[in-house]
């Protein structure tokens, strides 16, 4: 039997896909989204080993020390960050606070606007 906790995450952002081409051209241009992130980590006990709202503020923490706003606003600038190098991101900076267990299973999912969505596993 495997135990996970699992928060959701909003951010308004931005970004862009300069290398695309044909009838999505348009994706080149920055545009706004709805991120929703989902961090799902394996705990190894039922008492709060990794309490809720402490990794919603890691998560909210990352993306904070992480990307800058868009033109002042309260908008994330995500660069031409896809929502797989997103989740790759949190991985990577979610594996090292939260390395208390090596093998502590880890998924990451970014979505746009709720209808498409990269998933980051660290197995
Ligand atoms: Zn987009």
């Known amino acids: 039997m495997k135990t996970y906790v699992k928060v959701k995450h909003e951010i308004d952002g931005v970004h ?3 290398l695309a081409t044909g009838t999505h051209s348009y994706l080149k241009d920055t545009h706004r989204h709805k991120f929703y992130i989902t961090v799902k980590a394996e ?3 039922m008492d709060r ?5 402490e990794l919603k503020d890691t ?10 706003k868009f033109n002042n606003s309260l908008i994330y ?15 990577e900076h979610l594996m090292i606070v939260y390395n208390t267990h090596q093998n502590r299973r ?3 999912t970014v979505s746009e606007d709720n209808e498409n969505e990269s998933e ?3 197995i």
């Open 16 to 18: 862009s896909y300069p």
């Open 43 to 45: 705990v190894f006990h």
């Open 49 to 53: 080993e990794i309490e809720f709202f």
């Open 59 to 68: 998560v909210s923490s990352y993306f904070k020390n992480s990307f800058s």
């Open 77 to 91: 600038d995500f660069g031409k960050q896809s929502c797989e190098m997103l989740a790759k991101g949190l991985m």
């Open 106 to 108: 880890l998924i990451i």
């Open 120 to 122: 980051v596993d660290n």
